[in-house]
């Protein structure tokens, strides 16, 4: 494997790219605005101006599908888009049709473990998805679409909430007052092992597998974001009393076994 396409190169995408293109691999990487070009092109990626929707929109097109491997990062953005669960989809499969006329042999789709409902307990790549969004949902939707495919071959990551960088999570929660389900464990990921993990699948070329992508320690809402905000000098949220909690606990183990894989952030509390 020398060569990887990128498409979309935002929070995740231009860092693993960066860390493809130093590693030694041909790495081209797409953005939707002419601003970002440059910036692509400083981290060491051939930078392509593409706008995925019902048809795929861009210079070049030919030339970023010639790759050994696609790795398609677009989230749904369900709450922008309230039909979400018809847009999404289509844009994705305008992608992966383009892949197959194309004739790329692998293709790395990143998901999420909003696939899975709050059944409260510890599931694992088997469970059954049962999503409470309409992102999660329209997630599902690709998913087993990927699955029909013979070609290209395609492997999932169903990454936990995603951390570092960026995003800090102190904010998202400070000063809300009695938020729910304070007792809840949470499912985070940090950036650095999203990125690592990824570069550790593709050297192994571990590929056509579905694989949760969340730290190993699982600690609650409350304890997380109190100690979040705390950390960035916001004021904290304040939780209300939950009789009946309604989580899920991701297990990784998978991951870390098919990879031989150890997080280098397993507890979130350290993020």
Known sequence: ????????????????GQTLAQAGYTVKGSTTTSD?????????????LIKAGDQLEGDNLRDFF?????????????????????TYPR???????????????ELIFVSSTGVYGNDNTTLDESAALNPSTASGRALV??????????APRSTVLRMGGLVGGSRKPGRFLAGKKDSPNGEAPVNLVHLDDCIKLIASLIEQEAFGHTLNVVADEHPTRAAFYTAQAEKEGLEPPTFKGNKELAYKIISNERAKTLLTYTFRHPDPMMF
């Open 1 to 16: 494997m020398q060569t990887i396409s990128i498409l979309g190169c935002g929070w995740l995408g231009l860092p693993l």
């Open 36 to 48: 970002k070009l440059r910036t692509l092109t400083e981290a060491g990626i051939t930078p392509f």
């Open 66 to 86: 010639q790759t050994d491997l696609l790795f398609v990062n677009i989230p749904p953005g369900g709450r922008r888009d309230p039909d979400v669960e018809e």
């Open 91 to 105: 844009k994705v499969k305008a992608i992966v049709e383009m892949a197959m006329r194309m004739e790329v042999p």
């Open 141 to 150: 939707v690709i998913e087993r679409y990927l699955q029909l495919l013979r």
